[in-house]
């Protein structure tokens, strides 16, 4: 639909930009009953949604001539997670509202403070920024809330997420109680709702996106491999596609760090964006993507974004995101603006259940299917080269000369094959991976013991889930009663009532007297009983082996220990009993960082 009356300064910025129809979301929040309300929005990254607030907040800014009134302090607030979003909206906000007068200042971490609060200053009429930054120019007094009109919190479950709702809270209870409050989101968990319920009135739900699926311009794509595969699966993915530009999403920096080096030697031309780049790299990243020097990203989850690249069209979770909303939010970096995009799981075989329940609750609708082989590749290479030859082009004198020398020393058929390989040898050579089958597979689960653990005993531990069993303090306490370090501990598989771990037959036997010997010496203490288990742990899901040597998750995500490392076990409170100092590992473990650890 076309966009409804508007100021003729916004109307003439909207034309000038070739803005002639309004997009779902920016249609809801001009409708005649959206009209000074506040409003909850569920709006699809890519949606137009920047332009949409843009619009519904312009009554509360703009006079009767389309122009600003004076103000000495701002009129209205924009709250994004990050500096790439929060410097997108601002430079959206700059053009729509050129023509007003309006002045935009942007607050963001790696930026110069005392400019932004030179620009504060100046008569800033909108404010853009990330809640940290903002929070500490209001603590100095730099930022006055007191003649707001409007605050926009966009992306604000991603702010939730990562750890702002004390930023949020404190910059919301300083705003006046008349203010107008619209909050946009993409997913509407339960902290949202409450933090709705908290600061709004009478708000209207306003939802664009699709109950069907996650994104309507978003082809899905779910890739089994065998684990160790999982890197060519990324090559192979990228030449098969070989999409004008990707992004690859990753769960640490680490791994980001990782798989850019990786693909760096193969011939890819990428970057890579975490937490540990600064914004000057960021930058220079991003302008390399846009200048198409370099065609992947590699990036984690909240370095990612904001970003807005109009050629994105292939996003690929290296690594299985957390939940269904990390999943919407990474792939929404495509199939944008109406542009069709696909983004791609790469699903080892033993997650493929979760990844199955993870889309079932996002309502996406994925394609299972293996990844591109060799052969695949060189099909599709094919299939571009013929597409690039049959292209119009404009052929000068000294061209047609060339040519001709080659027709008068080599066959058209050897001349096309020359072309063919000159085409083939300029790109990344695909990777050879195992086959998709039952056979692979098992052999794939053998290659994942760590060496020294091809032959093992398993023991059992009379304790489990309900009594609070956790591998954070099993290790440690095995390391004591058993006398052995803890890179001599295998897989540890935590059930219901008890726990099963693994001991290599070469120290099994000693193993289990030293732990009989501290067991009678503990007689007075309740110890754990440790016993060697003759049939081994019952057969249960793969997704509950605690593998001891990691502080993350099967996905890379930090998580909190349920009880203190080391110490004995109290059977009638449920939980481990302290005497002094944790025993055990020497130290208490790491506290988890707030947020996410990109």
Request: proline letters at 6%.
């Amino acid at each position: 639909m076309t966009f409804p009356e508007l100021p003729s300064t916004l109307e003439t910025a909207l034309q000038e930009r070739g803005y002639e129809t309004a997009t779902a979301v920016q249609a809801e929040v001009l409708q005649p009953e959206a009209d000074g309300r506040d409003l909850v929005v569920s709006a699809q990254t890519g949606s137009g949604k920047t332009i949409a607030f843009g619009l519904a907040m312009a009554k509360q800014l703009l006079g009767e001539d389309g122009n600003v009134p004076f103000a000495t302090s701002p009129r209205a607030l924009i709250v994004a997670p990050t500096r790439e979003l929060a410097l997108q909206v601002s430079r959206e906000l700059a053009w729509l509202y050129a023509k007003t007068g309006a002045r935009v200042a942007t607050c963001v971490g790696g930026m110069n403070p005392s400019q932004e609060r030179k620009a504060l200053r100046s008569g800033a009429t909108i404010v853009v920024g990330t809640p940290g930054r903002l929070r500490d120019h209001l603590e100095r007094g730099a930022l006055d809330l007191s003649a707001l009109a409007a605050v926009v919190l966009d992306e604000a479950d991603e702010m939730l997420d990562m750890g702002f709702r004390e930023e949020l809270e404190e910059i919301l209870d300083a705003t006046p109680d008349g203010r107008r409050t619209l909050l946009f989101s993409a997913t509407m968990p339960k902290p949202i709702e409450n933090l709705a319920r908290r600061y709004q009135r009478d708000a209207l739900r306003i939802a664009t996106i699709s109950e069907g699926r996650g994104h309507g311009d978003i082809s899905y794509q779910a890739v089994t491999v065998s684990p160790p595969e999982i890197e060519n699966a990324v090559v192979n993915l990228l030449r098969y596609h070989e999409a004008e530009t990707a992004i690859l999403f990753c769960a640490t920096r680490e791994k980001v760090r990782h798989l850019h080096a990786t693909l760096q030697e193969r011939g890819f031309g990428v970057v890579a964006l975490s937490g540990e780049h600064s914004q000057s790299e960021r930058n220079q990243a991003l302008q390399a993507l846009r200048d198409r020097r370099a065609r992947v990203c590699v990036a984690t989850d909240v370095a990612a974004r904001g970003i807005d690249l109009p050629t994105l069209s292939l996003v690929v979770h290296v690594e299985i995101p957390r939940d269904a909303e990390t999943l919407q939010h990474r792939s929404g970096r495509t199939g944008r603006a109406g542009r069709k995009g696909t983004a791609v799981l790469i699903v080892p075989f033993s997650r493929r259940k979760r990844v199955e329940s993870m889309l079932r609750h996002a309502k996406i609708s994925a394609d299972w299917t293996d990844a591109p082989d060799r052969d695949a590749i060189k099909a599709k290479d094919r299939e571009r080269l013929l597409e690039k030859l049959m292209e119009p082009v404009e052929v000068d004198e000294g061209d047609r000369e060339l040519a001709e020398r080659l027709l008068a020393q080599r066959s058209p058929a050897e001349i096309a094959a020359m072309l063919v390989q000159s085409f083939r040898s300029a790109m990344p050579e695909p990777e050879d991976l195992i086959a998709n089958t039952p056979e692979a597979r098992r052999e794939a689960q053998k290659e994942r013991h760590r060496p020294g653990f091809e032959d093992t005993v398993w023991f059992r531990m009379d304790i489990g889930r309900r009594q609070n069993a956790d591998p954070r303090w099993i290790l440690p306490l095995l390391c004591r009663r058993g006398h052995i370090t803890r890179n001599e501990i295998g897989a540890i598989r935590i059930g219901p009532a008890e726990t099963f771990f693994q001991i290599p037959r070469n120290i099994a036997e000693k193993f289990a007297d030293a732990a009989q010997r501290t067991a009678q010496a503990e007689q007075d203490e309740d110890p754990v009983t440790i016993e060697v288990s003759e049939g081994g742990p019952p057969s249960a899901p793969r997704g509950n082996d605690k593998r001891h040597k990691t502080r993350s998750n099967a996905d890379g995500v930090r998580v909190k220990p349920r009880a203190k490392t080391g110490g004995k076990f109290d059977k009638a409170k449920g939980k481990p009993k302290f005497k002094g100092k944790p025993q055990g590992a020497g130290s208490k473990p790491t506290k988890p960082r707030k947020g996410n650890n990109a």
